[in-house]
């Protein structure tokens, strides 16, 4: 216990930082992964076949690589790629690859979420807009884009805590989240089991937290539908 209160006292600072970090590249990811699933959910619900050719073969190539590699591609293989190409001085950060990476590993699940909210709205609504003069653009920005966010709120929630979680992996090209901190805090003390035990318990409380948050917007879109 003594050991416990001792890291806690000095590397409390370090940890709520790493922690920052975590929710800031989790943000920022999920923000962009927003936009990247929304424009593929649309082109796998989309009845052109190239569009739809297009979103699926992405959403398919992105979920069957994992997300270390698809880190390692985007830190180490693109900057070796364009400095072979001749350009020497171009180079990403670890928050800018980490970035990249989640955004696009989210982007793959959020499409889905969006061509499965999408495709919950009754088709009749689509019919209905389309009958009043309104474009698909249109219809599907007005009528059933709204809708299909409704029902998706509580999956994209999840979808956050799971980007959250993900963020660990990026430890491995550098990036100072909390996973990288509890490295760095084992190796200087060699108290093992207490670091690891107190950066479990800080990504319990905050998914713990995002989850409880998740569950009540659930439970009062429910009752929205219920009137």
Do not use: C, H
Not at 16 to 29: A, C, D, P, R, V
Not at 97 to 110: E, F, H, Q
């Amino acid at each position: 216990m003594a050991k416990l209160i001792q890291i806690l006292q000095t590397y409390s600072g370090m940890l709520l930082e790493s922690l920052g970090q975590t929710m800031l590249l989790t943000l920022l990811s999920l923000i962009f992964a927003f936009v990247i699933g929304l424009i593929f959910g649309l082109m796998n619900v989309s009845k052109n076949k190239v569009l739809n050719f297009i979103g699926t073969l992405y959403v398919d190539a992105v979920r069957g690589v994992p997300l270390i590699v698809l880190a390692y591609f985007i830190y180490f293989g693109i900057p070796a790629g364009i400095k072979a190409a001749g350009v020497t001085n171009f180079r990403l950060t670890a928050l800018q690859a980490g970035t990249i990476a989640l955004s696009m590993n989210a982007g793959a699940y959020m499409a889905e979420i969006f061509r499965a909210g999408i495709q919950s709205v009754d088709k009749g609504q689509m019919e209905a807009a389309r009958s009043l003069g309104l474009s698909y653009g249109k219809a599907m920005q007005k009528v059933v884009l709204p809708q299909a966010i409704r029902t998706m709120v509580p999956s994209i929630i999840n979808q956050f805590i799971i980007s959250l979680k993900d963020t660990s992996i990026l430890s491995v090209i550098g990036f100072p989240e909390l996973t990288k901190a509890g490295n760095i805090i084992a190796g200087n003390t060699f108290a093992v089991l207490q670091v690891w035990a107190i950066v479990a318990v800080m990504y319990m409380i905050v998914i713990t937290i995002l989850s409880k948050i998740a569950k009540r917007v659930e439970r009062r879109l429910n009752v929205g539908k219920e009137r």
